[in-house]
């Protein structure tokens, strides 16, 4: 009877000391999540980084004034809104290209104007964005835009345009309905000397067809701050996962 208790019990005392070993793979899936918990983390911050830029540029634009008459100097160009009396330079038009709306291809309907020269308008010509119209379904299709004559008065806000990268700069006719792929400041200077280096969006349609209305960013701080929550719950669902992976525990009798 002793000699089959002290063998039951020698079989069981392994059992009970030994503690389970934890698999090669499941190290190397532990330093890989280990690996990407700082890289997640990052990223959190990063969202973070960005909604702040969001929020400070929202911020600007709602405080920025809406009454200035003229152009303010070229050193201190903000979101303000402007009001200009002028007309527009006849003969050209630019269809910025690759615009879409609700889904829609389409253009911005960019355009010279001369503003009347006064002590506040040091600028010969300004480009006026005269909003969206959408693109025909054939390409050599170019929308009609029929420019109203004599003194005008625009009103708007000021926007420095975005500069992307071209493999090779887009060919310009000299006149009439130009399509460009990017408003390239310094390219359009050599065409309008004194030209202002930003763009006046309107505020009211000013030609019947064309959608006014741009957003302030392309993306709000909320959704950014989504953005860093998921990255932060992912990180620590990792660590959770690694916690979980290299903890030692007892094997089940």
Request: aromatic share 8%; net charge positive; glycine share 8%.
């Amino acid at each position: 009877m002793s000699k089959v208790v002290m063998n039951e019990a020698s079989m069981r005392r392994p059992h009970l000391s030994k503690v389970q070993q934890i698999p090669v793979s499941k190290w190397l899936m532990a330093i890989l999540a280990l690996l990407l918990i700082p890289l997640l983390l990052w990223l959190g911050v990063w969202q973070l980084q960005r909604a702040d830029e969001k929020q400070q540029l929202l911020d600007r634009w709602n405080s920025a004034r809406t009454d200035l008459t003229g152009l303010p100097e070229r050193e201190s160009i903000e979101p303000v809104g402007v009001n200009l009396h002028g007309q527009f330079i006849s003969g050209i038009i630019y269809l910025l290209d690759n615009r879409t709306r609700g889904g829609r291809t389409g253009y911005e309907v960019i355009v010279p104007f001369k503003p009347d020269i006064d002590a506040t308008t040091k600028h010969p010509v300004v480009l006026i964005n005269l909003g969206w119209i959408a693109a025909s379904e054939y390409r050599d299709q170019l929308p009609e835009i029929r420019l109203p004559l004599g003194s005008q008065t625009i009103t708007g806000r000021l926007a420095i345009p975005s500069q992307t990268i071209q493999l090779r700069p887009d060919k310009w006719q000299a006149s009439g309905r130009v399509r460009i792929q990017q408003l390239d400041m310094d390219r359009l200077a050599l065409r309008h000397p004194g030209l202002y280096p930003a763009v006046i969006r309107i505020d009211k349609p000013l030609l019947s067809g064309l959608s006014v209305g741009w957003p302030v960013v392309n993306m709000t701080p909320e959704r950014h701050l989504g953005y860093a929550i998921q990255w932060f719950a992912l990180a620590i669902v990792l660590m959770g996962g690694c916690s979980w992976l290299v903890w030692p525990r007892k094997e089940e009798i």
